[in-house]
Structures are given as C-alpha cells and as structure tokens.
C-alpha cells in the first residue's frame, strides 16, 4: 500500500523533460531516459543500463549479492568491468547502502544508483537523507530508482522525472 500511495504522490509532483532547467539533466532525460531500447528487464534495471551506455562508464560496483544482475549487466554492457573499490557507478538497493561508507568514496564524475527508493518507508528516508548531503549536487527521483551525481560544477538540485 505505501508503494501505491507514493506513486501517486510521485506523479502529482513529478515532471518530464520541460520542466528540467539544468542541461546536465535535460540532456541525461532526453537522450538516454527517454530514449527507446528493447530491452526485456526490470525498469531499474533498464535505466541503469541506459545510463551506463550514454554516459560511457567503464566500472560498476555491485551492492549486494545477486549473480543474475552482473549476467544481465555484462550481457549488455560488455565493457563494464565490475569492481570492489574505486569505480564510476556504485548499483544497488538503497537498503543494501552504507551510505557514510559508499558515498564518501565516489568521485565528481560518478554516479550512485539506487534501486527502490520508493519501495517501503525506511527507504523513503534513507533517500532524503542523502539528498540533504553537502556533497550530492543532483538527484533524479524516477520513483522506480534515484540517481546522484557528485558533480561539483553543478548546482545543488533535486528533480522528479516521470519516464
């Protein structure tokens, strides 16, 4: 029920592409988010691998345990090599994330996804715990998952996208 009841909320406040004014985003919206992809996956799952292809990443590290999304990822990533330590893009569930740990080790360029923001109440918060830290520039709340950049070139801002 809480999941149902934020997705409405969600889509009451949440925007496309017209209503994003930093081109960093704009460009991240309309060229990779909405850009069409057959790919047979869990929306999650899709958009990262949209957001790894578009941005050219080259390390991935997983949170977590799950063989079957490090399959999925280098059958359609086969670039991507997956890391323990320094890497470009840090996936997982937000509930998997120490995120005192993890946050403070990526650097400007990369990026945290995390999958479930929306999924029960301590997610929900854990999310707006790291939106409010110094040095997260720029979220994207697609309900389904949450992106951070670090990028220190940016302003602090925080966008829902409806895709």
């Known amino acids: 029920m809480f999941s149902f009841i ?10 496309n592409q017209h209503g994003v004014h930093s ?16 790919l047979k996956l869990p929306t999650s799952l899709k958009i990262l691998i949209k957001s790894l292809d578009y941005f050219k990443y080259h390390s991935l590290r997983i949170l977590g345990t799950d063989e079957n999304i490090e ?13 323990k330590n320094d890497t470009d893009v840090l996936f997982g569930s937000i509930s998997d ?30 999310w707006e715990k790291l939106k ?11 309900f389904y998952c949450g992106i951070i950049f670090f990028r220190k070139e940016q302003a602090k801002q925080h966008f829902k996208i409806r895709i």
């Open 6 to 15: 934020s997705f409405i909320k969600f889509l009451f406040s949440a925007t």
């Open 97 to 126: 994330l120490n995120s005192s740990i993890e946050v403070n080790n990526l650097g400007n360029d990369s990026m945290l996804f995390l999958d479930g923001i929306h999924k029960n109440p301590n997610n929900n918060e854990s």
């Open 23 to 38: 081109p960093f985003v704009y460009d991240y919206v309309t060229k990779c988010l909405y850009k069409k992809k057959q």
């Open 132 to 142: 409010v830290l110094e040095h997260v520039r720029v979220t994207v709340d697609l």
């Open 71 to 83: 399959e999925t990822i280098k059958h359609y990533c086969p670039n991507i090599s997956f890391t």
